[in-house]
């Protein structure tokens, strides 16, 4: 039995490797920005890795362009444009690598037996210290790696969706809204719109940007209470240490 416990944690540490050198290769292929307007020209939006609107402007001659009630839709028109652009060229740079096969490849391989020298020899790029990781009985680190790929499995990507946040300028003039898809909805008071000054406008979309987006970031990383409790890098360690030292199978 323990043979066969062996041979599945080697085939984890594999898998882990080589799947946390995929993901590393599939972020390295992110654009750093992406910019887009509405048809009009009225706003341009700027999004940083992620998608997450980093500025929303408006032209200077805005006004010419978009009647003020809808200037709310413009800026969500300017960012779905920016959106498909830092998308389109992501996917670009996911074809080159040739990422796709390589997943595909990869999801395969997690139900085959694990090569000889791989699972002992990962990429020293990803090699982790576990020096002083003591680990638990084999028996107990295994049970808790299967555990850890049945709830994994079960897990709805719902649970896991990004709460909704809003952002609010003074006294309520601009209201911005993020999602789990990203911004979601921009309203501008259009009577108050149509007196400011660009300066102004652009400040006030500042304002309700930067308060929107420090809540969304406070609202990261919660996640489903299951997956937060495996703690799979812990678990990771803990295999990897068995691994390394003979001692752990007596």
């Not at 706003?43 to 997450?52: D, E, N, P, Q, T």
């Not at 300017?78 to 996917?91: D, I, K, N, T």
Request: charge should be negative; aromatic fraction near 6%.
């Amino acid at each position: 039995m323990d043979g066969d416990i062996f041979q599945e944690l080697k085939q984890f540490q594999e898998y882990a490797n080589k799947m946390q050198q995929l993901m590393s290769e599939m972020r390295d292929q992110m654009p750093e920005f992406a910019e887009g307007e509405d048809a009009q020209g009225a706003v341009r939006v700027r999004l940083i890795a992620g998608g997450i609107p980093e500025s929303i402007k408006v032209a200077s001659d805005w006004q010419r362009r978009q009647p003020p009630e809808n200037l709310g839709a413009a800026v969500v028109e300017a960012y779905g444009s920016a959106l498909s652009e830092w998308m389109e060229r992501w996917s670009g740079g996911l074809e080159q690598a040739d990422w796709e096969n390589r997943a595909h490849q990869l999801d395969g391989t997690l139900g085959q037996p694990a090569s000889a020298g791989a699972a002992s020899t990962p990429p020293e790029a990803f090699e982790r210290d576990v020096r002083y990781v003591v680990p638990r009985p084999l028996q107990e680190v295994a049970e808790d790696v299967l555990t850890a790929f049945d709830v994994v499995e079960r897990q709805d990507p719902e649970a896991a969706a990004q709460p909704e946040a809003k952002g609010e300028s003074a006294a309520h003039r601009v209201v911005i809204t993020l999602g789990s898809q990203g911004l979601s909805s921009c309203e501008i008071d259009p009577d108050w719109a149509a007196q400011q000054s660009v300066v102004r406008l652009n400040q006030a979309l500042d304002d309700a940007l930067a308060e929107v987006r420090a809540k969304s970031a406070s609202a990261e990383g919660g996640g489903p209470d299951a997956v937060a409790d495996l703690d799979l890098g812990g678990l990771l360690d803990e295999a990897m240490a068995i691994m390394k030292n003979p001692r752990h199978f007596i």
